[in-house]
């Protein structure tokens, strides 16, 4: 069986699913065609419906669980790799609020914890992730909501921090920070969707005991980034979570659904949204 599969190009994304897309772990018959996209255009493919199985941000997944379901494995949370909001100079959190922020989409998790921290800042602007770092430094933006690789490159660029939202949600919550995760269709058949999530807890595991071999696609992908900061990007984002969430990743998404649909950041969620919930 063919399926649609969209992922990023992100090295934590390449990393877990080379195994599986290339065929060096069983996949139980399973084939898959690939859409690699930043993580707000595979938002809005999800939102469309066009894929099977997908990468998505937990904060698009809120207006999506009538049509996606999550997986156990794939996720990506933990603590101290949450998303930072950077600015040219010296800025007090009590003056965010004013600030023209850039933002990596208005889906992202990130935005959505802005949102937690900063409700009453409204004026964002959507930037592809990567130009988020010039936008600031050019001045088009006071501040700019970084994601991904640009954790470890943005001092050197002379930006400065106004604060770590992950060290903010995990002060808050004492959770670990759920960015995003795999989600597949609900409308598939039930064995499906359960294939699927061993298939991808066998790459992920492929790629835990063989980093060797799964490098080259990672690199592949991304050859602007130097290997350091691709390892420090897997280390930051692949863990224990990834492999299965249990019930202390399920308990922090559920804590990020409970405090913004507190705060109507975020629509009604389906009763049902692990997988596991379904077994």
Known sequence: MNLTLGYSTCPNDTFIFDAMVH????TEGLEFKIFLDDVEELNR???NKELDITKLSYHAYAYLSNDYIILDSGSALGKKNGPLLLSRSKI???EVNDLKIAIPGKYTTANLLLGIAYPEAKNKVEYLFSDIEDVVLSGEADAGLVIHENRFTYPD?????????????EDLTSQPIPLGGIMVLRHLEFDLKQKIDRVLKRSIQFAFENPENVMPYVKKHAQEMKEEVMMKHIRLYV???TLELGESGKD?????YEITGNKK???PLHSDLFISDIY
């Open 45 to 47: 493919k999800a939102f």
């Open 252 to 256: 922090a998404i559920i804590k990020l």
């Open 265 to 267: 950041l975020i629509p």
């Open 157 to 169: 660029k002379g930006l400065k921090k106004i604060l770590d939202l992950g060290e903010y949600w």
């Open 92 to 94: 007090y959190p009590d």
């Open 239 to 241: 863990n224990d979570y």
């Open 23 to 26: 065929q060096k772990v069983d």
